[in-house]
Nanobody
Framework: QVHIVESGGGLVQPGESLRLSCAAS????????MGWYRQNPGKQRELVAT???????NYATSVKCRFTISRDNAKNTVYLQMNSLKPEDTAVYFC??????????WGQGTQVTVSS
């Protein structure tokens, strides 16, 4: 059983930063592509960023140059550094571990609110 736990969300003002963490257990972490997604009520979950097993990163256009995804395989953890946050970044952020369509897992999410 793969267990994923996100942390680091909170309330910040526009322009501030947050770092989200996602810890995975119960699997060989390094063999999974890891990703961050976000969702607001009534909207579809959308991709924020992914990082492959080899460290290749991919970002949504809306967060490029502001967000950075990284992984520490020794700690079974993936991070999302979010800088220059905007009100439109407000969402529940979810971590995903993906290897195949039948072998992928989600955390419970962490709320990020950007408001003055």
């Amino acid at each position: 059983q793969v267990h994923i736990v996100e942390s680091g969300g909170g309330l910040v003002q526009p322009g501030e930063s947050l770092r989200l963490s996602c810890a995975a257990s119960g699997t060989v972490f390094s063999t999974y592509r890891m990703g961050w997604y976000r969702q607001n009520p009534g909207k579809q979950r959308e991709l924020v960023a992914t990082i492959s097993t080899g460290g290749t990163t991919n970002y949504a256009t809306s967060v490029k140059c502001r967000f950075t995804i990284s992984r520490d395989n020794a700690k079974n953890t993936v991070y999302l550094q979010m800088n220059s946050l905007k009100p439109e970044d407000t969402a529940v952020y979810f971590c995903n571990a993906w290897r195949t369509f039948a072998d992928n897992y989600w955390g419970q999410g962490t709320q990020v609110t950007v408001s003055s």
